[in-house]
Structures are given as structure tokens and as C-alpha cells.
């Protein structure tokens, strides 16, 4: 297993390399199954990697887009990580994939997690993110559930976990569905970030994200 840095001097260019990255692996599959799948983060970091992977000339109408974790929350909700895609990734050339939402109805999470386990895709690119707490999807440390979401052999796809201190509930892709991934990558920034993910590669007990530091990944960070 191997985890592969890349490392760009700014953010602008780490977004062009992993968009190219990304359009790449998914061309690749629309080529040799006639779709693919990506999942994304949300929250701020990614939105200069949405607008740069938007228009990529790829055949979109091909690929499903779908998220890594959401909060139970209206699609129109300024925390809703489906409003961003839908502001910031599905424009463009983009705007003719398909997206599957993770959360549909908030009134009833274990509906949409049902619903998932028939209707989500094998993954070619799963793209994760990172918190300062070693966090990514919602697999938060500490959380109910976390080991449950962690088990690389578990049957789960999708679990509902409640953040210790972070507001909303959330639905999250397992540890399981997301190493299932053609590639998974890594974006972070930041000297404290890149120290947690050399730590967490070390003390995985400690951050959740070390245990997709033991996965084949790919990093892409900068200052």
C-alpha cells in the first residue's frame, strides 16, 4: 500500500493538477464502461477544484457525481454540501452529469440510507478532504459509529453519524465503500493539515483519516 504526495506551490495549482487528474481516470472509464462516478467533498477547500473540473472536456453526460458525506439538511441550505455542487461543480460542461444527492429527505435519514444502498455506483474517483481534528468524510474521531465506519470489511455503504462538536447530523460513505474507489485522493493545505496527515499515517487509532493513509491514496497539497 503506498500513499503518493504531490506538492504544489498554490492552490490554483494543485485544483488544475487534480481536476486533470480526475477528468482523466473518468475519461478512462467512460471509455472502457460507458460511465463512471465521483465523489466529492464539500465545505470550502474544494470549490476551486469543482470550477476547474467543470469544464474539463469529458463526455459528463456519463458520469454520475455524488457526494462523500452530507449534512441532514434541505438541499437549500447554506450548509448543504449538494447546493454547492450544484453552484459550483454541476455549471459548465458539467452541468450535463447526473448527481446523486445523499440526503433527499431530512426527516428520514434511514430512508435515504436504504435508498443509497440500492442506487449508489462503484466509484471511480472518491476525493476526500480533512479536518484539523484528522476528520474526513464525517468520520469523525471520537464519534458513535466511527469504528462501525472504519471497518474495512464492513457491509455498510452509507452510515449516519452525529459529530461530537461539528453542527448537523451527517450521512457518510464508509471506510469500505470509499476504498472500493479506482483511485481516492487526498486534498488538503496548510503546514498544520500536512502535519496531521504525517501524524495520522503514524497513529491512526488517533485520526480517522490515518486509516485511508493505509490505503493506496494520492495527496495533493499546498501551502
Known amino acids: ?104 429527505d431530512p426527516a428520514d435519514p434511514d430512508a435515504d440510507i436504504a435508498r443509497l444502498k440500492h442506487e449508489l455506483p462503484s466509484l471511480t474517483v472518491a476525493v476526500l478532504g480533512m479536518g484539523e481534528d484528522g476528520h474526513t468524510a464525517s468520520l469523525f474521531p471520537r464519534a458513535e459509529g466511527l469504528a462501525e465506519g472504519l471497518n474495512p470489511d464492513g457491509h455498510q455503504r452509507v452510515l449516519a453519524i452525529t459529530p461530537p462538536a461539528a453542527p448537523h447530523r451527517r450521512l457518510t460513505l464508509t471506510l469500505a465503500m470509499l476504498a472500493g474507489a479506482e483511485a481516492l485522493q487526498l486534498a488538503i493545505a496548510g503546514a498544520a493539515k500536512r502535519t496531521i496527515a504525517e501524524q495520522a499515517r503514524l497513529d491512526a487509532s488517533r485520526y480517522p483519516v490515518g486509516a485511508f493513509l493505509a490505503l493506496p491514496l494520492t495527496v495533493y497539497w499546498s501551502p
Open 1 to 104: 500500500m503506498s500513499v503518493i504526495w504531490h506538492t504544489f506551490d498554490t492552490p490554483a495549482a494543485q485544483a488544475e493538477a487534480q481536476a486533470a487528474a480526475i477528468a482523466g481516470r473518468l475519461a478512462a472509464a467512460i471509455e472502457r464502461d460507458g460511465s463512471a462516478a465521483l465523489a466529492v467533498s464539500g465545505g470550502k477547500s474544494p470549490i476551486a477544484l469543482f470550477e476547474a473540473l467543470a469544464e474539463t472536456d469529458i463526455d459528463w453526460a456519463r458520469v454520475t457525481v455524488t457526494l462523500v458525506d452530507e449534512r441532514i439538511v434541505p438541499a437549500d441550505h447554506p450548509d448543504s454540501n449538494a447546493r454547492l455542487v450544484r453552484e459550483h461543480l454541476l455549471v459548465g460542461r458539467a452541468a450535463a452529469a447526473h448527481f446523486l444527492p445523499l440526503v433527499t
